[in-house]
T-cell receptor, first 112, second 117 residues
Framework: DVKVTQSSRYLVKRTGEKVFLECVQD?????MFWYRQDPGLGLRLIYF???????EKGDIPEGYSVSREKKERFSLILESASTNQTSMYLC???????????FGSGTRLTVV | AQKVTQAQTEISVVEKEDVTLDCVYE???????LFWYKQPPSGELVFLIR??????QNEISGRYSWNFQKSTSSFNFTITASQVVDSAVYFC??????????????FGTGTRLQVTL
């Protein structure tokens, strides 16, 4: 069974901390994505990557960066966490364009 | 720019009722894909269906059916004889068709469906 695994289900971090959210897929997919989900706003794309070391900004990249050193791993980095980054973060992967996404279970991040 | 609108924020039904979730989209592309995802309380989004813009045939899968109407830019989802296990947030999404770099999904804001006994 194909899987996208997010390392943490729940995280609590302090304002100003550097936060790493990890995502690993075992499907040899080229494309990987980070979304955040907030009530009433749906899912909004933060960053995506279409290949190793390649990244592109999504709709709301401010305050975030990403890293993709290996095909199976896509990390989201909050350089200096702020309370407005409290959210559910969802990672997804896809083989190539035009296929459906496979999502991870999400990481609920609380910044205090 | 692409946009997906799910006007129904929350719907509550009693088990065995039929329920339709609305989805209206906007795109300038002539070729695109439409999706429905289910998000149960566990949080993981589960893929339900993908529909190509050239394929306007309605689809039925068990108790689920989808009505795609290009003329009204709608892709509605009906659950027949709803069950408590159908309680979830349902997202409609739109994707451009792109053979180059990764094309992204644009999601609606979701419809929360509550099915009670």
């Amino acid at each position: 069974d194909v899987k996208v695994t997010q390392s943490s289900r729940y995280l609590v971090k302090r304002t100003g901390e550097k936060v790493f959210l990890e995502c690993v897929q075992d499907m040899d997919h080229e494309n990987m994505f980070w979304y955040r989900q907030d009530p009433g706003l749906g899912l909004r794309l933060i960053y995506f990557s279409y290949d190793v070391k390649m990244k592109e900004k999504g709709d709301i990249p401010e305050g975030y960066s990403v890293s993709r050193e290996k095909k199976e791993r896509f990390s989201l980095i909050l350089e200096s966490a702020s309370t407005n980054q409290t959210s559910m973060y969802l990672c997804a992967s896809r083989r190539t364009a035009n296929y459906g996404y496979t999502f991870g279970s999400g990481t609920r991040l609380t910044v205090v | 720019a692409q946009k997906v609108t799910q006007a129904q924020t929350e719907i509550s039904v009693v088990e065995k009722e039929d329920v339709t979730l609305d989805c209206v989209y906007e795109t300038r592309d002539t070729t695109y894909y439409l999706f429905w995802y289910k998000q149960p309380p566990s949080g993981e989004l589960v893929f339900l269906i993908r529909r190509n813009s050239f394929d306007e045939q309605n689809e039925i899968s068990g108790r689920y059916s989808w009505n795609f109407q290009k003329s009204t830019s709608s892709f509605n989802f009906t659950i027949t004889a709803s069950q408590v296990v159908d309680s979830a947030v349902y997202f409609c999404a739109l994707s451009e068709v792109n053979t180059g770099t990764a094309s992204k999904l644009t999601f609606g804001t979701g419809t929360r469906l509550q099915v009670t006994l």
